[in-house]
């Protein structure tokens, strides 16, 4: 029985025999348990490497046998768990206005006639 795999939805990888050569940064976020938007965040870590470089904002993609040998990992996945743990604070300050160690400002108080 043959399947036809739709590759435009990336969990469509989690069904197929064998895995293409190369992954986009989406496919690989979906094998490695992790959303899209974490991959640059591994790959700023170095906890992930892009084949063939080239500039930041071109397409990424990533060599399915390294995805794969870092998806069984335990060592691995608990290095990137802790880089993105520490990003997400970093985020979040800002997000919400506040740089990197930056007091937060007091709330003004409202008056209250």
């Not at 490497?49 to 870092?70: A, D, Q």
Request: proline share 8%; charged share 25%.
């Amino acid at each position: 029985m043959q399947f036809n795999f739709d590759f435009s939805d990336p969990r469509s990888l989690l069904y197929v025999e064998r895995l293409p050569g190369r992954l986009n940064a989406e496919q690989a976020a979906v094998l490695l348990g992790f959303q899209a938007h974490d991959i640059p965040t591994l790959v700023r870590a170095g906890l992930l490497k892009p084949v063939g470089g080239g500039p930041r904002n071109c397409v990424k993609y990533f060599h399915s046998t390294i995805i794969e040998r870092n998806r069984l990992d335990e060592r691995w996945h608990d290095k990137a768990t802790k880089a993105l743990l520490r990003r997400r604070p970093a985020e979040t300050r800002k997000s919400n206005g506040h740089s990197q160690g930056e007091p937060s400002k007091p709330e003004p108080e409202l008056a209250m006639n």
